[in-house]
């Protein structure tokens, strides 16, 4: 059975700084692995994923994430927090049992960046 | 590219009454998942349609149902409403078929439905 746990509800950090936040996944099988932000009163948009290609994933607005199979993690990254970035963060992992294609998401953390 | 929408924006509804939630799926998809997202908490899984047909279900009684139509678009339908069922449902299109690596789900905007 897949899950995924974030760590840390919510998260602050200062204009400028590095953003990390953290997810830890459970897999019996090969996962693939996305990060999607929510802005308020809106719904899910993706910022990156994972499918076994390379181990650093690129996405949008500056984020990355990498991939590590020995400490099972997924965690987010961007070297600059913009206001903008302001949001709820969720890492979902895919899983595949018995033909069907479904995410199963971790609780979320909450992005606040401080002027 | 029409992305995915969904309506409408907002409901209201009382306890015991049914609701009917709609989603347009992204040009090109064939199926559509559409999952539950209680106040700050992750989307559950409610059930999910590939070529009209229910491809999967989470851990949700036999009172949230659905459709998927020809053109790909679906309805969530919620009878004997409970408070519990005050959420954001968001619906999320995607483009399988048998035996592909899963591709990615694309959510709409979600339909905030509030039970008195």
Known sequence: AQSVTQLGSHVSVSEGALVLLRCNYSSSVPPYLFWYVQYPNQGLQLLLKYTSAATLVKGINGFEAEFKKSETSFHLTKPSAHMSDAAEYFCAVSALPSGTYKYIFGTGTRLKVLA | ?116
């Open chain 2, 1 to 116: 590219e029409t992305g995915v929408t969904q309506s409408p924006t907002h409901l209201i509804k009382t306890r015991g009454q049914q609701v009917t939630l709609r989603c347009s799926s992204q040009s090109g998809h064939n199926t559509v998942s559409w999952y539950q997202q209680a106040l700050g908490q992750g989307p559950q899984f409610i059930f999910q349609y590939y070529r009209e047909e229910e491809n999967g279900r989470g851990n949700f009684p036999p009172r949230f149902s659905g459709l998927q139509f020809p053109n790909y678009s679906s309805e969530l339908n919620v009878n004997a409403l409970e408070l519990d069922d005050s959420a954001l449902y968001l619906c999320a299109s995607s483009r399988q078929d048998r035996g592909w690596s899963t591709d990615t789900q694309y959510f709409g905007p979600g339909t905030r439905l509030t039970v008195l």
